[in-house]
């Protein structure tokens, strides 16, 4: 009797110190898990402003080469850092075009791994939208053309191979596509591009103290890899300098899981002008704007001559629980750049109280309703399916799609080739920065996200285009679906499907052996 009870003691004191042991563990990377650079930063180095790409003109088409390739790039000033860029090591060049336009970007795969080349939020044919189904093998060059149709807009390009996108985007391949056309042209607006129209592509990285990509990730992370250290197009501890009274920046979130809530150190006031698919009718005047990775947002701000102001990205609205916010980064904080405005500024012209017409997308149109739920590592349910089309709508018809996420933890939502109106989000009507065209959408936990879409005129039964959360380690876990747009009558037909499905599995294997070697030589994580 007493040997049980002494069995028993002990027992209760060891499962007793394990709980203490597990609580500490647990306060411990709670502890951790929270980064702040604010006021750590000293601005040393000069904001890089990525080149404009020079088109070749081919007849009516303007022709954009890119070349994408391995290389080494100071991400550290002074260190070296394997990564992969277009026409140059580390992220790629701007392309510009105008509304009417014929583009055809001719993009020449260097890699050691075959990828595709996505234009994010271009309204453009399926065959041309570089998802998982337009791969490029290493060696080959893809040539995709459209008509440039939509209003102007700052768009971006990145890899989106099936089950690779976010490796390839980590790497460094992403760059700005900027869209004009004459009703934006004809205002007001800051618009010399690196002058006082500048591009700001923000990533955060994890880098080790030799300088190299960490491909770690933290202990416990939702939503995948979060990194320490705050790129601004590729520039460490970036400034600015400016001669102008307003600057517009373009900010485009283009990390794989980071969402930034960005404003200035001093709480100053801004004008949103755009959102994702363009310029809103009116300006919005704020202090915060939101972005989760794959939106953009425009903004122009007033600075007086010799003043230094930080840009900043206070700690971002996620709407999850105490803990899911600490490691999904809801309690981190980090300084993206100073802005120094020289001693004399060129006068601008305040940005005008109304900015354009945009087209209105109404509920009223609407055919039919859809959902979308998104949970686990699938939507609906179901995790991606390369061969599986999830949805087929009518050209020109309107739908709205409810969106939810069902789970605890942060997701967005991105379909491709369209832009969409928010009607309510989480509940209430649509914040500020939501209320002009978007093409992707912050889903906070447990809350639902009506969005009314309207499709375009391209039909193709068996291409489909790809409907997502741009959290890009749940994307390429199998958090995607795809959809078509078919002719009244059509039905949806079959994905045409390529090696990639065995070719990717394998080079998966491959490259996870590479991440766990890169990580043992390495060793330390930068802090
Ligand atoms: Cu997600």
Known sequence: MRRVKRLLLWSLALVGLGMVVVVAAGAVLYARAAVSTVGELRFENALRIPPLLEPREDGERKVFELTLQAGRTELLPGKQAETWGANGAYLGPTLRAVR??????????????????????????????????????????????????????????????????????????????????????????????????IPLIIQDKGLHEDGSLDFSQRLISPTGRL?????????????????????????????????????????????????????????????????????????????????????????????????????????????????????????????????????????????????????????????????????????????????????????????????????????????PQLRGLKDTVYVPPGKRVRLVVRFGEYADPDLPYMLHCHVLQHEDRGMMGQFVVVQPGQTAGRPPLHDHAAHTSSRRAEHRVRSVKTWRAHGSRRT
């Open 227 to 431: 990194g320490d250290t705050i790129l601004v197009n590729g520039t460490y501890d970036p400034h600015l300098a400016i001669r102008n009274q307003r600057v517009r920046f373009r900010l485009l979130n283009a990390s794989n899981a980071r969402i930034y809530n960005v404003g200035f150190a001093d709480d100053r006031t801004f004008d949103l002008i755009a959102t994702d698919g363009g310029l809103l009718e009116t300006p919005a005047r704020l202090t915060r704007v939101q972005l989760s990775p794959g939106e953009r947002a425009e903004i122009v701000a007033v600075f007086a001559p010799g003043e230094r102001v930080v840009l900043r990205s206070f700690e971002p609205e996620l709407g999850t629980n105490f803990f899911e916010n600490r490691f999904a980064g809801g309690d981190d904080s980090f300084d993206l750049l100073q802005v120094r405005a020289a001693s004399t500024l060129a006068p601008s012209p305040q940005v005008p109280p109304r900015l354009v017409r945009t087209d209105p997308l109404r509920e009223g149109a609407a055919v039919r309703t859809r959902s979308f739920e998104l949970g686990g590592t699938s939507i609906n349910g179901k995790d991606f399916d390369l061969s599986r089309i999830d949805a087929a709508v009518q050209t020109g018809t309107t739908e709205v799609w409810e969106v939810r996420n069902t789970s605890g933890t942060p997701h967005n939502f991105h379909p491709h080739d369209v832009r969409f109106h928010v009607l309510d989000y989480a509940g209430g009507p649509a914040p």
């Open 100 to 197: 009417g336009e014929r583009v055809e970007p001719q993009v020449r795969n260097a890699l050691p791994e075959t990828t595709t080349i996505h234009w994010h939020g271009m309204h453009l044919p399926a065959a041309a939208d570089g998802g998982p189904h337009q791969t490029i093998r290493p060696g080959e060059t893809w040539r995709p053309s459209w008509e440039v149709d939509q209003p102007a807009a700052t768009l971006w390009y990145h890899p989106h191979p099936h089950g690779e996108t976010a490796d390839h985007v980590y790497r460094g391949i992403a760059g700005m596509f900027i869209l004009d056309d004459p009703e934006a042209d004809a205002l007001p607006l800051p618009d010399v591009y690196g002058v006082n129209d």
